[in-house]
T-cell receptor, first 116, second 110 residues
Framework: NAGVTQTPKFQVLKTGQSMTLQCAQD?????MYWYRQDPGMGLRLIYY???????DKGEVPNGYNVSRLNKREFSLRLESAAPSQTSVYFC???????????????FGEGSRLTVL | GQQLNQSPQSMFIQEGEDVSMNCTSS?????WLWYKQEPGEGPVLLIA?????ELTSNGRLTAQFGITRKDSFLNISASIPSDVGIYFC??????????FGTGTSLTVIP
């Protein structure tokens, strides 16, 4: 029972390099999310996908792009990494982000990114 | 984005003691979630609450959905060393985003 799986778990980049964080869930959830977690800042939403084929900006989208590849997979791309993007990134999923539906949010184990 | 007020920020307790923490919001929610996060790990869902006044237990953990729908409480009874971690709350209103508390760091002294 894998739940939400993220890769890679650790990554070191140089400023200006690009990379993609991968996320997959096996719970048949409609909605997927990318958060970053920084000391003292809590979890902040970067982008989310309410359902397959849709993506929307969250609280801190600048410098990131996302792709909802299919119902299972949601990737986060850093086109030109900056030191300010050093953080722990969490992918999460929930059954549905839709009016009238409540649900539980499940997280992956995190991807620790350092940008030098 | 909205951040929930969670208190206390940190707790240092003796093994065997009970623990209480709470989370408050300026907005009402339909769902309250409680998570535990250990160092280097992702948040793990402990308890989900869906109804005002609801009281739900998971082993030694008990959580309550406040009657005003603007707060929630988590209690841990008879703490043990493996309870160490950061506990945080999350709230959701139907069709909207999840909002998170800043966490309560729990240290259990054997």
């Amino acid at each position: 029972n894998a739940g939400v799986t993220q890769t890679p778990k650790f990554q070191v980049l140089k400023t200006g390099q690009s990379m993609t964080l991968q996320c997959a869930q096996d719970m048949n959830h409609n909605s997927m999310y990318w958060y970053r977690q920084d000391p003292g800042m809590g979890l902040r939403l970067i982008y989310y996908s309410a359902s397959e084929g849709t993506t929307d900006k969250g609280e801190v989208p600048n410098g990131y792009n996302v792709s909802r590849l299919n119902k299972r997979e949601f990737s986060l791309r850093l086109e030109s990494a900056a030191p300010s993007q050093t953080s722990v990134y969490f992918c999460a999923s929930s059954e549905s982000l839709r009016t009238g539906v409540t649900g539980e949010l499940f997280f992956g184990e995190g991807s620790r990114l350092t940008v030098l | 984005g909205q951040q929930l007020n969670q208190s206390p920020q940190s707790m240092f307790i003796q093994e065997g003691e009970d623990v209480s923490m709470n989370c408050t919001s300026s907005s009402i929610f339909n769902t309250w979630l409680w998570y535990k996060q250990e160092p280097g790990e992702g948040p793990v869902l402990l308890i989900a609450l869906y109804k005002a006044g609801e009281l739900t237990s998971n082993g030694r953990l008990t959580a309550q959905f406040g009657i005003t729908r603007k707060d929630s409480f988590l209690n841990i009874s008879a703490s043990i060393p493996s309870d160490v971690g950061i506990y945080f709350c999350a709230g959701q209103l139907w069709g909207n985003q999840f909002y998170f508390g800043t966490g309560t760091s729990l240290t259990v002294i054997p």
